[in-house]
């Protein structure tokens, strides 16, 4: 039976603080290429949080590795303002149902200066035992010059992911070519 923890956000609601769930297994596949798709795939799942909204600007990418950790980052986000959705986003957190005996959170956040921005994360690639994960920003047509912030979440699995490295694909900033390593399980 799935176990959940609510934590009495204020003015809120409900909020999940999410202690109990976890994967299934994925089946099939005879192939060694096969396996390995399933193993990868196995190793993390994408947690669908709203991918843009204002209350991530004051955010820096993160991995929440205990319930505890969950609690404080969820009581501190109850507590900010200027949020377009942050219903939203507790909600995707609570539905993700996480486990944190067997997996971490990691939250990737970017920002930037013009809604004319578009913000994409590839489907990540498990190397060894590090999970790379690339944001491509780019330009397209119809933005506006106010400010827009982005994210996305991941649960990754501790026995199988150490780090996760997060590339921004940004043509034109090279100053954020070198990827940011974030620690799963300290």
Same mark, same amino acid.
């Not at 969820?74 to 996480?98: C, R, V």
């Not at 920002?111 to 913000?119: A, L, Q, Y």
């Given at each position: 039976?799935? %176990?959940?923890?609510?934590l &009495? *956000? /204020?003015?809120?609601?409900?909020?999940? !603080?999410?202690?109990?769930?976890?994967?299934?297994?994925?089946?099939?596949?005879?192939?060694?290429s096969?396996?390995?798709? =399933?193993?990868?795939? !196995?190793?993390?799942? $994408?947690? +669908? $949080?709203?991918?843009?909204?204002?209350?991530y600007?004051?955010?820096? /990418?993160?991995? =929440?590795?205990?319930t505890?950790?969950?609690? %404080?980052?969820l009581?501190?986000?109850?507590?900010? !303002?200027?949020?377009?959705?942050?219903?939203?986003?507790?909600? !995707?957190?609570?539905?993700?149902?996480?486990?944190?005996?067997?997996?971490?959170?990691?939250?990737?956040?970017?920002?930037?200066?013009?809604?004319? $921005?578009?913000?994409?994360?590839?489907? +990540?690639?498990?190397?060894?035992?590090?999970?790379? &994960?690339?944001v491509? $920003?780019?330009?397209?047509?119809?933005?506006?010059?106010?400010?827009?912030?982005?994210?996305?979440?991941?649960?990754v699995?501790?026995?199988?992911?150490?780090?996760? *490295?997060?590339?921004?694909?940004? +043509?034109?900033?090279?100053?954020?070519?070198? +990827?940011?390593?974030? &620690?799963v399980?300290?």
């Amino acid at each position: 039976m799935k %176990r959940r923890r609510f934590l &009495a *956000a /204020s003015g809120l609601g409900l909020v999940g !603080a999410l202690v109990s769930g976890g994967l299934t297994g994925c089946g099939g596949g005879s192939s060694v290429s096969d396996r390995t798709q =399933i193993e990868e795939a !196995a190793s993390f799942r $994408i947690v +669908p $949080i709203p991918q843009r909204e204002h209350g991530y600007d004051s955010f820096e /990418s993160q991995v =929440i590795d205990s319930t505890t950790e969950m609690t %404080r980052f969820l009581e501190k986000t109850a507590q900010d !303002a200027y949020w377009n959705n942050k219903d939203g986003f507790f909600l !995707a957190l609570e539905q993700a149902n996480l486990n944190f005996e067997t997996e971490s959170l990691v939250l990737i956040f970017d920002t930037e200066g013009s809604s004319g $921005i578009r913000v994409t994360l590839d489907t +990540p690639q498990l190397q060894g035992t590090t999970l790379n &994960a690339t944001v491509h $920003i780019s330009l397209f047509t119809g933005g506006t010059a106010d400010m827009a912030s982005h994210g996305f979440a991941l649960a990754v699995r501790k026995d199988q992911v150490d780090a996760v *490295a997060v590339t921004f694909d940004d +043509p034109n900033d090279w100053s954020r070519k070198e +990827p940011l390593h974030l &620690a799963v399980g300290d």
